[in-house]
């Protein structure tokens, strides 16, 4: 017998308000859903406003709440104002999952300053805008979950993503010291390191004959990882279930990381 009432009070996310980045579309919208369907009212967070309300009719449409926030993560000034409007309307901010990102693949020689600084712009500078405009939210309330978006390039890399990877490194080591330093303030701060994926972040590498060749031979599991297999880990780290999870980066490559 299948005991319900345990399922949602152990993984349910009635009452939550929870804000993705980066959420219109790939991983962003996967992660949107899964919360959705775990009770949450999620705030759909992307630079499109066309883009932000299809994501939010698509979930709607589904019977859940959702309502769009656009702005660019990178935009201090827009992410403040932004988070700041999410917490007024609705009281409270309770889950963030920091999904916004970029990629720009070319040896690390040839970038140029200006494409080194719109990666960090994105993903470190745009977890730093909207986590400091939530937190004192968070901490008044005495409840945060924080869902950082890394990747196995923070820990292994392949040529031509040294940028990526040191963005993605950056984000994991964000993760750990921030789970420190809010932990007693009943915020709990952990990242997913997803391998790799098939979302439209990766379309160029899903048509390259050798990298799949690569990912049947070197992913143990022997595919691609899809991009609804992450919303259940984000459920895990923000419901109940994972009220003792802190600072884990949570590794979903299919075994990539585990092979010699």
Not at 49 to 75: C, I, K, Y
Not at 200 to 219: G, M
Not at 236 to 253: C, H, K, M, P, R
Request: charged share 20%; hydrophobic share 45%.
């Amino acid at each position: 017998m299948i005991d319900a009432e345990y399922l949602r009070r152990t993984f349910g996310l009635e009452g939550r308000v929870a804000l993705v980045t980066g959420a219109a579309r790939g991983l962003g919208f996967a992660i949107s859903e899964a919360l959705a369907k775990a009770g949450a009212h999620v705030v759909i967070n992307d630079v499109g406003a066309q883009a932000a309300d299809e994501a939010v009719a698509a979930l709607r449409n589904q019977g859940f709440s959702a309502e769009p926030a656009v702005f660019s993560v990178s935009d201090e000034a827009a992410a403040d104002a932004g988070v700041k409007a999410i917490i007024e309307k609705h009281g409270h901010l309770d889950i963030i999952v920091s999904n916004a990102g970029n990629q720009n693949r070319k040896p690390f020689h040839d970038y140029t300053r200006d494409e080194w600084d719109s990666l960090f712009d994105v993903h470190i500078n745009g977890a730093f805008h909207v986590l400091r405009a939530a937190l004192p939210s968070m901490q008044k309330n005495g409840f945060g979950r924080i869902v950082m978006m890394s990747s196995v390039a923070s820990r292994a890399s392949r040529g031509a993503i040294s940028l990526y990877a040191t963005v993605k490194g950056g984000l994991a080591s964000m993760t750990r010291a921030l789970a420190v330093e809010y932990a007693g303030q009943g915020i709990t701060v952990n990242a997913l390191a997803p391998g790799f994926m098939q979302t439209e972040f990766t379309t160029a590498l899903q048509s390259n004959e050798e990298f799949q060749d690569y990912i049947k031979r070197d992913v143990p599991l022997g595919r691609w990882g899809k991009a609804e297999e992450l919303g259940p880990a984000v459920i895990y780290l923000t419901s109940q279930a994972g009220d003792f999870v802190n600072g884990e980066v949570l590794t979903i490559d299919g075994g990539l990381l585990a092979k010699f």
